[in-house]
Nanobody, 125 residues
Framework: QVRLVESGGGLVQAGDSLRLSCAASGLTFSACVMGWFRQAPGKEREFVAGIHRSGLSTSYKDSVKGRFTISRDNAKNTVYLQMNSLKPEDTAIYYC??????????????????WGQGTQVTVSS
């Protein structure tokens, strides 16, 4: 079965950094666009970052540009989200997801068909 398992979340202070990891199994990882989403209490799930199959193209939510970096290691079937200069508004559950798209990086949840269970990121003031 397809499994996406996130790790690396935690409670940090504003300005700190975290690196999230998503380990994938049960799918051809190199054939999948990968994305990170987040969901805060009472809010809808929103796109944070995405990366093409090759890793050569990326996309980011405007509010995280310059602070977050998505990357992937196809040999390890793992996608990462490096988060620097964290802000309280980054607090959310972060989800890893895979997409069958071969050309574009989908920017909304319907573009992704496999999801991890999420990891909590909490940023204090």
């Amino acid at each position: 079965q397809v499994r996406l398992v996130e790790s690396g979340g935690g409670l940090v202070q504003a300005g700190d950094s975290l690196r999230l990891s998503c380990a994938a199994s049960g799918l051809t990882f190199s054939a999948c666009v990968m994305g990170w989403f987040r969901q805060a209490p009472g809010k809808e799930r929103e796109f944070v970052a995405g990366i093409h199959r090759s890793g050569l193209s990326t996309s980011y939510k405007d509010s995280v540009k310059g602070r977050f970096t998505i990357s992937r290691d196809n040999a390890k079937n793992t996608v990462y989200l490096q988060m620097n200069s964290l802000k309280p508004e980054d607090t959310a559950i972060y989800y890893c997801a895979s997409s069958p798209s071969r050309v574009t990086i989908p920017l909304t949840p319907p573009g992704y068909d496999r999801w991890g269970q999420g990891t909590q990121v909490t940023v204090s003031s």
